[in-house]
């Protein structure tokens, strides 16, 4: 409407301008008079133009009005118009350019909403149907529960009757029973104090028994010990200048070289008990039953001879010697345990480890018959836990516990329990960073373990040996009291008593 009244305003003063141009015209072409009567025509249609410009107008608020647009401005009428239309209308992308087309567009969305609003009403009604049929399903179970509970009810009646006359019934009977108990008692009394008496008859019995097999024990653990008393083998030749020696045991016994055999008199009894000679190392396997050795350790003044004997626990003609270790042996006196150290050495002659103590206090491995022997510590177990001071009381007492449960477990399966001394002793087993000792005779001297020591210690060297050291402290020059003349003193004087030692009769 506002480019409408625009182009009426602009066709209106175009007609005015044009009539003025004409009246002009014709006053200088025609005359004055013809001018002025045709400007009167001209003011006329001007009136007229104006009276049709303000109907028009009129109308045009009256339109603005009736579309909810009053008193807006005609060149934003248009502008406002789209601006609302695409607001009322879900895609305003494809908006109309009328109001016409608008109107209908919403008339299509209302319609489409009210088949939505008639499609949900439906299903609340079809809900509705539904919702009354459980109801009426409820109220039924629930009609049908009462009913079951009253019914219920009656019966739990009928039973707690039943029930109290029961509880009657027992009192009385229990009544009568505990006169009977009392009854009981009084000829128990008299039972218990004639099973005393046999009690203490069968505990004397017991005890002679128990003395009877620990007798008996003792003697089968020495026939289980049978192994430890017989030698491996003997002696077949000797070279004491190449220091070798030749055994009758080869490939057809499994023997393997590195293996250390003690070496024991041919006239000794009992292997067990006998002091070995020396040891010897098996270097090389000559045939099925012969292998060359070299000379570990021996006396001078008593020689390795042939036909002596050969032994070592660690190895079995034919067969595997088994071990087991417990916790924490202390082989070299450090406090710790050499527990890989008795596993190279049974390992080494082809020996297996079936079961040991790890530095945790776990058990490792299986406890079986076949168990050569359970090497245990030298100390008893209460002693190694008491000097380990990297357990707590608590794990001190779970070693402790399955400490003895193994003890147990290896008497009943008849395993021969060996100290870690006795162990080392019967494998020949030194200390080689040990420096030799000579015996008063004049030998090599032997550890406590019947053992040879070395002729070389493997110790370091004194630094004040080695080369780029700094030089030795010095004496400050004091000289003892007993060699000085502070006071008078004088340095004492030999008795002259010669030791024993030099008037002992020496036998080769």
């Known amino acids: 409407m506002g480019r409408s009244q625009g182009l009426i305003i602009t066709l209106v003063i175009f007609i005015i301008l044009t009539l003025a141009l004409g009246v002009v015209t014709y006053f200088m072409a025609q005359g004055y008079k013809e001018v002025a009567v045709k400007f009167e025509s001209a003011n006329?249609?001007?009136?007229?133009?104006?009276?049709?410009?303000?109907?028009?107008?009129?109308?045009?608020?009256?339109?603005?009005?009736?579309?909810?647009?009053?008193?807006?401005?005609?060149?934003?009428?248009?502008?406002?118009?789209?601006?609302?239309?695409?607001?009322?209308?879900?895609?305003?992308?494809?908006?109309?350019?009328?109001?016409r087309d608008a109107v209908a567009e919403l008339g299509k969305n209302l319609t489409a909403r009210n088949q939505e609003v008639a499609s949900y009403k439906q299903q609340m009604d079809d809900?509705?149907?539904?919702?009354?049929?459980?109801?009426?399903?409820?109220?039924?179970q629930k009609d049908a529960y009462d009913a079951q509970r009253k019914q219920a009810d009656t019966t739990y009646a009928a039973q707690r009757d039943a029930e109290a006359k029961k509880l009657q019934d027992l009192e009385t009977s229990y009544q009568e029973q505990t006169k009977e108990v009392d009854k009981i008692k009084v000829e128990a009394a008299k039972i218990n104090e004639k099973f005393r008496v046999e009690k203490a008859d069968a505990e004397e019995v017991a005890a002679s028994i128990a003395e009877i097999n620990t007798g008996l024990s003792k003697k089968l653990d020495q026939l289980s010990a049978a192994d430890f008393?017989?030698?491996?083998?003997?002696?077949?030749?000797?070279?004491?200048?190449?220091?070798?020696?030749?055994?009758?045991?080869?490939?057809?016994?499994?023997?393997?070289?590195?293996?250390?055999?003690?070496?024991?008199?041919?006239?000794?009894?009992?292997?067990?008990?006998?002091?070995?000679?020396?040891?010897?190392?098996?270097?090389?396997?000559?045939?099925?039953?012969?292998?060359?050795?070299?000379?570990?350790?021996?006396?001078?003044?008593?020689?390795?001879?042939?036909?002596?004997?050969?032994?070592?626990?660690?190895?079995?003609?034919?067969?595997?010697?088994?071990?087991?270790?417990?916790?924490?042996?202390?082989?070299?006196?450090?406090?710790?345990?050499?527990?890989?150290?008795?596993?190279?050495?049974?390992?080494?002659?082809?020996?297996?480890?079936?079961?040991?103590?790890?530095?945790?206090?776990?058990i490792q491995g299986e406890l079986t018959p076949d168990v050569t022997a359970l090497i245990t510590s030298n100390d008893s177990i209460l002693e190694v836990l008491a000097s380990d001071r990297t357990k707590d009381d608590a794990s001190k007492t779970t070693i402790q516990n399955e400490h003895m449960k193994l003890i147990e477990d290896a008497r009943l399966q008849s395993v021969r329990e060996m100290k870690l001394a006795e162990f080392l002793r019967r494998v020949h087993y030194r200390d080689t960073a040990q420096v030799s000792r000579y015996a008063e005779e004049g030998g090599l001297g032997r550890e406590p373990m019947g053992n040879a020591s070395p002729l070389v210690s493997t110790s370091p060297v004194a630094p004040i040996y080695l080369p780029n050291q700094p030089k030795a402290p010095t004496a400050d020059g004091i000289t003892a009291p007993i060699y000085g003349s502070r006071k008078g003193e004088v340095a004492p004087v030999s008795s002259g008593k010669v030791s024993d030692f030099y008037f002992r009769k020496r036998t080769p």
Do not use: C
Not at 57 to 73: F, Q
């Open 44 to 99: 006329k249609e001007v009136e007229t133009s104006k009276s049709t410009i303000a109907t028009l107008n009129t109308n045009l608020d009256k339109i603005k009005e009736k579309v909810g647009y009053p008193g807006i401005e005609a060149d934003q009428l248009l502008q406002s118009m789209d601006t609302d239309i695409a607001k009322a209308l879900v895609d305003s992308s494809k908006a109309p350019k009328t109001y």
């Open 127 to 140: 809900y509705r149907i539904k919702y009354e049929a459980e109801v009426a399903k409820t109220r039924a």
């Open 229 to 362: 008393e017989i030698p491996d083998g003997k002696v077949l030749y000797v070279d004491q200048t190449s220091r070798t020696l030749r055994v009758n045991v080869g490939k057809q016994e499994g023997l393997r070289p590195l293996i250390r055999f003690g070496v024991y008199p041919s006239d000794s009894l009992d292997v067990g008990q006998a002091a070995a000679k020396g040891s010897i190392e098996i270097v090389r396997i000559l045939g099925d039953h012969e292998a060359e050795a070299r000379i570990v350790e021996d006396e001078m003044n008593n020689p390795i001879m042939p036909n002596d004997m050969i032994f070592t626990p660690l190895w079995k003609r034919g067969d595997e010697t088994v071990y087991a270790f417990t916790y924490k042996l202390d082989v070299d006196g450090d406090g710790k345990s050499d527990l890989e150290l008795l596993r190279n050495l049974v390992e080494s002659a082809g020996g297996r480890v079936a079961l040991w103590v790890d530095d945790d206090g776990k």
